[in-house]
């Protein structure tokens, strides 16, 4: 079959598979580990990295206050979909200081999401321009949680001056469904991309 | 600037890390891993029956997780170890023999179309 997925075999531990990342980008209070939680198989997972003057430039220390090492948060999920396949949903660190890590994750990516807080908009702006300049497949998911769908999609894509070809929807970050429904809309996107030879 | 609820002032993903010094103590002072051969999704396995008799207490914990198939994030976040940190002992292992590490082609290249329909059905079945 086309689609073989390539198993590379360990001896007496089964399979080892092969892994897809996506990318969950979005500022602080939107709702990315909430997302994450929605679709994995697993609690969202929990790690961290130290950031240190080495990792970042040192400029970006500014504001740490004299503390040398800050800790960065990273949640993320796991979907398996099958022995040979794993999808990983990594939560973006919010902050630009952050960024060093957002260079990391998107390395190897498959595409990302963007999840947009209607209060917050902005919070989007640096999201977008990180993945439009790093080439990262992506869509815009609007976070509609509280219940009240007081913006309309449209509305949204011309607050966040997006282009026509990058698909927008609306979301509940709770709902499994809703969420599986913005990770679809993303592998479609990719899919498109693939069959365009984009 | 309201919108921040009281007690969330400070973000939950931002917290101070007051030393260095304790997480990199089991890396012998490194923060640079001996190799490059780990993404955050790379999948680590142990080599069965490849475990020394003697490890040290954070490498014998890092090849009990990878008894099966596991990523280094999952290991990281299991461990309770930093990732940086990860890293550096996955690669200590790894330059001993005692694990092994498959990062996927998907990383460098896109999947083709027959394994992203593939996907996209998986992800519809969920």
Redesign the interface.
Known sequence: ???A??V?E????????????IVVAGG??AGKTTLVSA?SEVEA??????M?S?SVGVDDLEGVEG??????????G??T??ES????L?GT???RRFSFMWE??V??A?GAVVLADT??LADSFDAIDFFESRGVPFVVAVNCFDGHRTHRADDVRVALDLEERVPLLLCDARD?ESV?EV??EL??L??R???SGA | MS??PPG?EF??????????IR??SLTGGR?RPSRSDF?????V????SGAPPEVDPELELILSLC???L?V??V???SGF????TRILLADLLDQGYV?V?T?????N???????????D???E?
Not at chain 1, 45 to 50: G, M, Q
Not at chain 1, 85 to 88: I, K, Q, R, S
């Open positions: 079959m086309d689609g997925l390539v590379m360990a001896e007496g531990a089964g399979p080892v598979p092969d892994t897809l990342k602080f209070g679709l997972l929990h790690t961290e990295e130290v240190t080495e503390k040398t090492t800050t800790t960065v948060a990273l949640d993320f796991r979907i979909l099958d396949t794993v999808v990983y990594f660190p919010g902050q990391e994750l390395e190897g498959l209060r917050r499994r599986k990770v679809v592998v479609s990719v899919l991309l693939e069959l | 919108a921040v969330e973000p939950r993903e931002w917290s101070f890390e007051s030393s260095l997480p990199y923060t993404s955050m999704t790379s999948q396995v142990a080599v069965p008894a099966r198939p990523s994030a999952e990281a976040s299991r930093p990732l940086g940190v092994m498959h996927s082609d998907w990383e460098r896109r999947p083709d179309a027959a394994t992203l329909r593939a996907v996209l998986r992800i519809r969920l």
